[in-house]
């Protein structure tokens, strides 16, 4: 009665376990309008972000040099930080790092025309706010935090009108307080430079009194939204802490990263489906359970890889995957062989599925924790597509440590209780004792004869 018992929950276990994946399966590959919404779901595999190599878009690379600041290293950092929030607002799959000591590089997927990144941005040139013509810069466009259209009443409060919000950082206040403050007092005029002083006409800004707050309204006489929105662009343009020149301008097409990634995913089916073959021509069984394991483990970094905002899925990342489901398998293929082991000593199936996993252990988990170190130290200190690999193999890993140490030790405990004698349906070796009692047998025949 009690092992009908074990039998039946672990029956209900299965079935369990293959209605989720089942419904992780349709979740990851099957698109579909939601029923009473105007939404419609996508899919796992749909959602993952993909990078500049597989989806195609823009890449931009510029080269900085000094503006005004003494310390060129800190500009860049500054003007990577400022540029991330400028693109990255408008196009959330947009990467911008460093590349070596003076580059900026920016990679914007899904973007067939650069002139739209530059309009965004502006012509990156420096920002100057000063007391008079050709005066010392009293606030630059490092002190400015966010540049805005607005459309507010009017200084007279008749009518609204189209103007420009700044926002300034703790120290930009100061500096815009006391700038404004000696104008209202001496009744001067507050010159704007947007690229370097002496090489351009300054904009030119009256004020009344001083003006105190982290955010300011400069009004124009702007006659339209995209008025003002152009000398928002302008004023964008000078926030960026270094001086910009373009060096590299190049729109990768769309049609070479969805080539690699169709025979990529063939070439993932063919080689899976040979994985599952060899797991059952060499465990039997057992290597249904590695496969039923291995599918889940898809399924799960699928929705990972679409879950986790740091991903964007590259070719580097992609051989991450691989090398990550690699390791799964050998790491499966560590535990069963352990298994054999165990069992080829003379132990029952029961206790050489549990000597196995225990021998096994420590194996895996060392090797997969240096294999997380190693990524971890790539995605810090490696360029974008180092840190694609980076990130979808540390998934992969963890993923594979789960799927080996817990899946695929459930799947085998309820597997028992229906065969746990067999030996022949496990494709498991002859025991050593059996072995030897046919040859001392064999022996005492011929001896006889």
């Given at each position: ?12 276990n ?6 989720l ?7 990851s590959?099957c ?14 595999a749909n959602?993952?972000?993909?990078g ?21 290293d ?11 929030d ?5 196009y ?16 914007v ?15 990156p040139?420096p ?8 005066g ?13 259209v ?17 926002k ?52 124009g006489?702007f ?13 964008m ?5 270094c ?16 080539d ?6 063939i ?7 040979l ?16 496969s ?5 483990y898809i ?5 990972f890889l ?19 489901i ?8 560590i535990?069963l062989?352990k ?16 000597a ?7 194996p ?16 810090i ?7 694609g690999?980076a ?5 992969g890993?963890?993923?594979?440590m ?20 067999k ?9 050593e ?17």
């Amino acid at each position: 009665m009690a092992r009908s018992k074990v039998k039946r929950n672990s029956v209900l276990n299965f079935v369990a376990v293959t209605i989720l994946t089942i419904i992780g399966i349709v979740l990851s590959v099957c698109s579909f309008d939601i029923p009473y919404t105007p939404y419609t779901y996508n899919g796992f595999a749909n959602s993952i972000s993909l990078g500049l190599d597989l989806a195609g878009g823009v890449s931009i690379v510029y080269e900085c040099s000094e503006s005004g600041q003494q310390d060129l290293d800190k500009a860049i950092e500054a003007t990577v930080t400022r540029l991330t929030d400028v693109i990255a607002g408008e196009y959330n799959e947009a990467t911008i790092t460093r590349q070596g000591s003076t580059k900026i590089r920016i990679e914007v997927p899904s973007v067939s025309d650069s002139e739209e990144i530059f309009n965004l941005i502006g012509e990156p040139t420096p920002l100057y706010m000063t007391l008079r013509e050709g005066g010392d810069a009293l606030l630059t466009g490092e002190d400015i935090e966010d540049v805005e259209v607005a459309y507010q009443k009017s200084s007279e409060g008749s009518s609204y009108e189209y103007g420009v919000n700044l926002k300034f950082n703790s120290e930009g206040s100061k500096k815009f307080a006391d700038i404004t403050g000696q104008a209202a007092d001496g009744d001067q005029k507050i010159y704007v430079y947007i690229g370097e002083i002496g090489e351009v006409d300054p904009l030119t800004l009256t004020c009344e009194e001083k003006i105190v707050g982290d955010s300011t309204f400069i009004s124009g006489n702007f006659e339209s939204y995209e008025d003002a929105e152009a000398y928002a662009l302008k004023l964008m343009s000078g926030t960026f802490s270094c001086k910009l020149t373009l060096l590299e301008n190049t729109v990768i097409s769309a049609t070479l990263g969805a080539d690699a990634l169709k025979y990529c995913l063939i070439g993932g089916f063919v080689g899976l489906f040979l994985i599952f073959v060899l797991m059952w021509w060499r465990y039997g069984d057992f290597g249904h359970l590695v496969s039923f394991s291995l599918i889940i483990y898809i399924v799960l970094m699928l929705f990972f890889l679409q879950a986790i905002p740091a991903v964007q899925l590259t070719l580097p990342g992609l051989a991450g995957i691989v090398l990550s489901i690699g390791m799964a398998i050998d790491g499966a293929i560590i535990i069963l062989e352990k298994v054999r082991e165990e069992y080829r000593s003379g132990k029952k199936i029961p206790m050489s599925v549990k000597a196995g996993f225990k021998s096994a252990f420590w194996p895996i988990f060392d090797s997969n924790i240096t294999t997380i170190i190693t990524a971890i130290v790539l995605y810090i200190l490696g360029t974008a597509s180092i840190q694609g690999f980076a990130i979808t193999l540390l998934i992969g890993i963890l993923l594979s440590m789960f799927m080996n140490l817990v899946i695929l030790r459930f799947f085998m405990k309820w597997y028992l209780p229906f065969n746990s004698v067999k030996a022949k349906k496990l494709h498991l070796p002859k025991q050593e004792r059996l072995v030897k009692e046919t040859e001392v047998a064999t022996e005492g025949g011929q001896a006889n004869d």
